[in-house]
């Protein structure tokens, strides 16, 4: 099956709620997670951060870090938890992680407080 249509999240404002919400009005649409950090997958609540709802799928999960053995590992430990396809960035040095957070900061962008 051809996929013309990408669905990618908005921080603050998709989450798996929404994503089974698009799933229902198509299932020809590629849905992606939210950014993860590799390092919060690694150490973090797994299950809050990658569980989702098996109707969702086709479902990309999106992770970011600056390791790219820690990125390995978290690829690793998404594909157990059912993943079949894995978007991977290897972040810049001038990105960041938000102190306390398990979501990437643009430090370009005036949100971040």
Do not use: W
């Not at 590629?30 to 690694?42: Q, R």
């Not at 799928?57 to 594909?79: R, T, V």
């Not at 396809?85 to 971040?112: A, F, H, M, T």
Request: charged share 35%; net charge negative.
């Amino acid at each position: 099956m051809i996929r013309k249509v990408s669905v990618a999240p908005m921080m603050d404002c998709t989450d798996r709620h929404d994503r089974y919400f698009l799933r229902l009005i198509s299932k020809n649409v590629m849905l992606y997670t939210d950014m993860i950090v590799s390092e919060a997958i690694k150490r973090g609540d797994r299950k809050r951060l990658l569980s989702f709802n098996l109707k969702e799928k086709p479902l990309a999960l999106q992770i970011g870090g600056s390791s790219p053995k820690i990125l390995a590992e978290a690829a690793k430990i998404g594909e157990d938890f059912g993943n079949k396809e894995i978007s991977l960035k290897e972040l810049e040095d001038e990105e960041k992680i938000k102190e306390g957070s398990d979501e990437l900061v643009d430090p370009k962008s005036s949100d971040n407080d």
